[in-house]
Nanobody
Framework: QVQVAESGGGLVQAGGSLRLSCAVSGSIYNLNDMGWSRQAPGKQRELVAT???????YYAVSVKGRFTISRDNAKNSVYLQMNDLNPEDTAVYYC?????????WGQGTQVTVSS
């Protein structure tokens, strides 16, 4: 059974930083892209950032230059360093892990940015 566990969310003031972590455990093979999405209240889930096994990255326009995604292939883990946070970044952040046949999701971690 595969488990995807996020951590690192919390409450931060505008302009502050947070680092999210996500670890994938269990019988998972051929792990390809990993990434983060977020869902704010009343809005659709949006893709924030992804990183390939080789390190190629994608960022949503809204976070480019402020967020940095990284991964540790040996630990099946992905991280999201979030700087210069603003209230519009408030959302539940979900980690995902993509294999050739399935996309696994975590339960999410709440990030709240106060003004």
């Amino acid at each position: 059974q595969v488990q995807v566990a996020e951590s690192g969310g919390g409450l931060v003031q505008a302009g502050g930083s947070l680092r999210l972590s996500c670890a994938v455990s269990g019988s998972i093979y051929n792990l390809n892209d990993m990434g983060w999405s977020r869902q704010a209240p009343g809005k659709q889930r949006e893709l924030v950032a992804t990183i390939s096994r080789g390190g190629s990255t994608y960022y949503a326009v809204s976070v480019k230059g402020r967020f940095t995604i990284s991964r540790d292939n040996a630990k099946n883990s992905v991280y999201l360093q979030m700087n210069d946070l603003n209230p519009e970044d408030t959302a539940v952040y979900y980690c995902h892990a993509q294999t050739p046949v399935y996309k696994y999701w975590g339960q999410g971690t709440q990030v709240t940015v106060s003004s």
